[in-house]
């Protein structure tokens, strides 16, 4: 079966938002090592490689569906913040964004019939589930210590840990 116009525009779409995803989370990576927050400029650094193998997820899927997905232009993200706090909160955004953005493929290959569509996105609706846990935390984390150097330093160093290896 053939993919559907509708759902072959909204994959595309979604492959934006991964690129974006990892774009944003360069210019993070960057604002952390600046600031010399290493464990988060890790983490962040790590996540790119997460976001294109989101994108390429669904790459690899609509070639196997016999379709050649776009491939967008990458733009200059932002390396520096107002504050740690300002950066988590985009982070968390943005997994908001991506995770909307699934959603609605989901809807759309629903509505399309095409199960084959909706079971390749099930793996993306349970990740974004952990993508927005961990960004959430991170939100509620610097809240709680973002007023002591020590406890800053603590947190990064504790999100250093969590990088896999
Ligand atoms: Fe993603
Ligand atoms: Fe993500």
């Known amino acids: 079966m053939a993919l559907k116009k509708e759902v072959e525009a909204i994959l595309n779409e979604q492959i934006v938002k991964e690129f974006d995803a990892a774009t944003v989370y360069n210019g993070m990576y960057i604002y952390f090592e600046m600031e010399l927050f290493k464990g988060f400029a890790a983490w962040f650094k790590d996540h790119v490689g997460e976001e294109m193998s989101h994108a390429g997820r669904i790459i690899q899927y609509m070639l196997d569906r016999g379709v050649a997905p776009e491939i967008p232009a990458t733009r200059k993200p932002k390396t520096s913040f107002p504050s740690v706090l300002d950066a988590m909160k ?42 927005e846990q961990w960004a959430e935390e991170y939100v509620q984390m610097v809240k709680k210590v973002e007023k002591s150097v020590g406890g800053m330093y603590a947190f990064d160093h504790a999100v250093s840990k969590r990088v896999k290896a």
Not at 108 to 121: F, I, S, Y
């Open 90 to 131: 985009a982070a968390l955004a943005h997994e908001r964004t991506n995770t909307a953005g699934i959603h609605e493929c989901l809807k759309v290959a629903q509505k399309a019939g095409d199960p084959a569509t909706v079971e390749m996105l099930q793996w993306l609706v349970k990740e974004q589930v952990e993508e």
